[in-house]
């Protein structure tokens, strides 16, 4: 199973998303998340990787992929450390979950086109409303 995370960062708020992909390589779960206006992409990213740790670990998933176009997310994430104050403790959230879980992980670093179809939804994600976006079918608008 493979799961691509990424985020979208506008001046109105940022969204972070992830799309779940079965050994089959189709679309199996598709969600998006709108956070506080964050203007960096940075902790957007963090966020949307953590959101894929979580899910992981939520769906007792045995063997995963966890990709995402960040090369610094990806990069603290493998290393399983974290040197700046800013994504310290969203980094410390993710080594938590990982640690009570028995899980085959590899964290890949893709190139922003590998990863587009999470970057479309994470657009998307920022333009609907809160109400919108709990009942939106990104699986289905994939289609």
């Not at 333009?127 to 939106?136: A, G, M, Q, R, T």
């Amino acid at each position: 199973m493979k799961i691509n995370f990424d985020a979208a960062v506008r001046d109105s708020g940022c969204s972070s998303v992830l799309v779940v992909r079965g050994t089959n390589g189709h679309v199996a779960l598709a969600v998006g998340f709108q956070q506080l206006a964050i203007a960096d992409p940075y902790p957007t990213e963090l966020l949307a990787a953590r959101d894929a740790v979580s899910l992981l670990v939520s769906k007792s998933l045995p063997r995963v992929v966890i990709e995402g176009d960040s090369e610094v997310v990806i990069r603290q994430l493998r290393q399983g450390v974290s040197s700046d104050s800013l994504g310290g403790p969203m980094l410390w959230d993710c080594f938590l979950l990982l640690s009570s879980v028995s899980v085959s992980l590899e964290f890949r670093a893709v190139p922003r086109i590998a990863n587009r179809v999470v970057h479309r939804v994470a657009r998307k994600a920022l333009l609907l409303s809160p109400l919108e976006l709990c009942s939106f079918d990104f699986v289905g608008w994939l289609h």
